[in-house]
Nanobody, 120 residues
Framework: QVQVVESGGGLVQPGGSLRLSCAAS????????MNWYRQAPGKEREAVAS???????NYADSVKGRFTISRDNAKNTVYLQMDSLKPEDTAVYSC??????????????WGQGTQVTVSS
C-alpha cells in the first residue's frame, strides 16, 4: 500500500508565495507521474501541474509562469512552488502519485489535500 501526504498549505497575501510538498511512502516499487490538482468551493477539480519520472512537466494555463513543479525521486516527493499568488488560487490542493507495481499494474494514490487561501 502507498500513502500520499501533502503539506505546506496556509494563508498568504496576494502576491505572496507558498511551497507545497507531497510525499509518497509505503510499499513503493516505482512512481511514474506525480500530479497536483486543486478544487475551489463550488467548482470542479482542475489539474494544476504534473511531472513524470523523467522530469517532464505540464502546467495549467492559469498557473504557467507562476507555479513550478519539481520532484525528488529519491524521496518520492514532489513540490509545487507557487509565486505571485492570486485570490483565485484559493482552493484545496491535492496530490496523486501514479504507482507501478512489479507486475506492471498501475494505480493512482491520492492524498487528503491541503488548504491554500490567498487573501489580504
Amino acid at each position: 500500500q502507498v500513502q500520499v501526504v501533502e503539506s505546506g498549505g496556509g494563508l498568504v497575501q496576494p502576491g505572496g508565495s507558498l511551497r507545497l510538498s507531497c510525499a509518497a511512502s509505503g510499499t513503493i516499487f516505482s512512481i511514474n507521474a506525480m500530479n497536483w490538482y486543486r478544487q475551489a468551493p463550488g467548482k470542479e477539480r482542475e489539474a494544476v501541474a504534473s511531472i513524470d519520472s523523467r522530469g517532464r512537466t505540464n502546467y495549467a494555463d492559469s498557473v504557467k509562469g507562476r507555479f513550478t513543479i519539481s520532484r525528488d525521486n529519491a524521496k518520492n516527493t514532489v513540490y509545487l512552488q507557487m509565486d505571485s499568488l492570486k485570490p483565485e488560487d484559493t482552493a484545496v490542493y491535492s496530490c496523486n502519485a501514479l504507482h507501478i507495481n512489479r507486475i506492471g499494474v498501475l494505480r493512482y494514490y491520492w492524498g487528503q489535500g491541503t488548504q491554500v487561501t490567498v487573501s489580504s
